[in-house]
């Protein structure tokens, strides 16, 4: 079984920054991309950052410049580094991992609980 825990959301004020972290554990093999998606009220969930194994990264347009994702490898841990942040920043954000859990098995994909972000103006 495999989990991915989220942390790091909360209240912050325009202009300000928040740090997520996901963490995932249980019986993993190997993980190949992380990504960072989120959902606001009325909303389609749409994907926010994405990292491969090589840390190859991407973005959706609205946030570069703004967030950084990286990865611990040796942790099994992806963060979301956001700054200059603004309301329409305001979701919950979701954690997804592309996990294998044995040698020979598929990948599947995993998600977070999710975190709620929330950005005062």
């Known amino acids: 079984q495999v989990q991915l825990v989220e942390s790091g959301g909360g209240l912050v004020q325009a202009g300000g920054s928040l740090r997520l972290s996901c963490a995932a554990s249980?019986?993993?093999?190997?993980?190949?991309?992380m990504s960072w998606y989120r959902q606001a009220p009325g909303k389609q969930r749409e994907l926010v950052a994405a990292?491969?194994?090589?840390?190859?990264?991407n973005y959706v347009d609205s946030v570069k410049g703004r967030f950084t994702i990286s990865r611990d490898n040796a942790k099994n841990t992806v963060y979301l580094q956001m700054n200059s942040l603004k309301s329409e920043d305001t979701a919950v954000y979701y954690c997804?991992?592309?996990?294998?859990?044995?040698?020979?098995?598929?990948?599947?994909?995993?998600w977070g609980q999710g975190t709620q972000v929330t950005v005062s103006s």
């Open positions: 997804n991992a592309d996990i294998r859990t044995g040698g020979r098995t598929s990948l599947r994909s995993y």
């Open positions: 990292i491969g194994t090589g840390d190859i990264t």
């Open positions: 249980g019986s993993i093999f190997s993980i190949n991309a």
